[in-house]
């Protein structure tokens, strides 16, 4: 694969978290945040000319792609004091979000059921971004460099995680690094291992200036492909990396995993609730001994080692522990 050098474009796809709910549990409120994160992509299209962007907002009910629009022969009204290109990007943003929490409002209560009020569909803004990216790269005849950044406030919704583990292998496969800037609350599980994976960077934001998201992004996020090469991007190395288990929805330390699909339990199952594969099992009883002293200790050794091995044979047909 070829390495990034300064004359490449980059293609960046901004991920926004407009969950009302999270944003009311944060010092900076959603109004701030946009304001900040807009400033941010004007000085990414300032950077070079051939720079393109996609800026989509995901919330607990809907994901919506804002930029850019839908009418390819949009014309905000001008204004003098701002560039062309940037009052069009800054229209778009601010009136998508806009209609979205006005619809957000009078949407069911029930609309996605197992999503809480805190969470938000990030697996579905991340997987059209990538649709978006592979798209541009077969319509491009020159390289161009793609990466993801997801501004997030909401909780991991457990219900999101194969869809969400699958779009990350995919921008893997794709070499598209997935950037996080964590917001709101404590470190997400799904997100740390989305950087990782990708080879991007995930940062949790320290919310006590009211300025600290712009120069979070602005030091962090604005570097392309060939200039993080030469600077030192923060890491994470306490990154978990646990599943959740696919039955109960729970992150879990210790598990069952169906041999054909690749399923998650946290409990022991006869039939994979995924792909209805029935698992066999088979016991492997310990042998009886004398009740003296001696066979007796290798009666409990022997019971042992047979155990092992049930196990191991049933772990090998079925599940993996």
């Known amino acids: 694969m070829s390495e990034p050098v300064e004359s490449d474009a980059s293609l960046l796809v901004v991920a926004l978290d407009i969950n009302s709910s999270a944003w009311a549990r944060s010092l900076l409120t959603l109004d701030s945040a946009l304001q900040q994160t807009i400033i ?10 051939e720079n393109q962007l996609v800026v989509l907002a995901s919330s607990k009910r809907q994901c919506k792609c804002l930029y850019p629009p839908e009418n ?18 800054d229209v778009c943003i601010l009136a998508g979000i806009k209609e979205m929490l006005m619809g957000a409002e009078v949407a069911a209560a029930d609309a996605n059921r197992g999503i809480e009020e805190g969470q938000t569909l990030i697996s ?8 978006h990216i592979n798209r541009v790269n077969e319509s491009t005849l020159s390289k161009i460099w793609s ?31 997935i950037d996080i800037c964590k917001v709101i609350g404590g470190d997400s599980v799904f997100l740390q291992q989305a950087a990782d994976i990708s080879g991007g960077t995930y940062l949790k934001l320290d919310v006590a200036g009211s300025e600290s ?13 060939y200039t993080r090469e030469i ?19 729970r992150v879990i330390d210790i598990g069952y995993v169906c041999s054909v699909c690749l399923s998650i339990f ?5 039939v994979c609730s995924t792909c209805r594969t029935k698992f066999s099992i088979r016991l492997i009883k310990p042998e009886s001994r004398s009740s003296s002293a001696s066979n007796g200790q290798t009666t409990r050794t022997n019971s042992q080692q047979a155990l092992s091995v049930s196990n191991s044979a049933s772990l090998s047909q079925g599940t993996l522990l």
Do not use: W
């Open 266 to 270: 946290c409990k022991m199952a006869p």
């Open 147 to 177: 990466r993801i950044l997801i501004i997030s406030a909401a909780e991991d919704s457990p219900r999101e995680y194969i869809s969400l583990m699958n779009s990350i292998f995919a921008a893997q496969k794709m070499s598209v690094l």
């Open 213 to 225: 998201l712009l120069q979070t992004l602005m030091f962090t996020f604005l570097a392309d492909h």
């Open 124 to 131: 579905r803004a991340l997987s059209k971004a990538l649709c």
């Open 40 to 49: 941010f992509i004007n000085a990414y299209l300032a950077l070079k000319p």
């Open 231 to 249: 600077l030192y991007m923060p890491g994470n190395e306490q990154i978990d990396f646990r599943a959740t288990c696919f039955c109960h929805k």
């Open 72 to 89: 390819k022969n949009f014309v905000p009204e001008q204004d003098i004091q701002v560039y062309e290109q940037f009052r069009v990007v």
